[in-house]
């Protein structure tokens, strides 16, 4: 069974910067595709970024295209979160998360119930 860990969240200025971290251990993390969710309080988790298992692809939610950038370093068994201009309605527990499916192509449909192991969590909170 994987275990993911997440780290690098904290609290952060309105237009300020993050990086999250997320280590994976176990075997094979390269086949694997990955995502990243937040949920902050009172709302449902929602999809934020997801990167197929090879790197080369790579897709976000509207609401953070160009600002947030995932990739991964399959040699280390991580995968990141960059996170810049960084709003207020950014504030929320991220979730990092492995898929289901090995080597699977096509991630733009992919949704929380493709993934089916998930990490602790880490608060990002952005004040105004």
């Known amino acids: 069974q994987v275990q993911l860990v997440e780290s690098g969240g904290g609290l952060v200025q309105a237009g300020g910067s993050l990086r999250l971290s997320c280590a994976a251990s176990g075997r094979s993390f390269s086949n694997w595709a990955m995502g990243w969710f937040r949920q902050a309080p009172g709302k449902e988790r929602e999809f934020v970024a997801a990167i197929r298992w090879s790197g080369d692809n790579t897709y976000y939610a509207d609401s953070v295209k160009g600002r947030f950038t995932i990739s991964r370093d399959n040699a280390k068994n991580t995968v990141y979160l960059q996170m810049k201009s960084l709003k207020p309605e950014d504030t929320a527990v991220y979730y990092c998360?492995?898929?289901?499916?090995?080597?699977?192509?096509?991630?733009?449909?992919?949704?929380?119930?493709?993934?089916?192991?998930w990490g602790q969590g880490t608060q990002v909170t952005v004040s105004p």
């Open positions: 998360a492995k898929d289901r499916v090995a080597q699977r192509m096509i991630i733009a449909t992919m949704r929380s119930s493709d993934f089916g192991s």
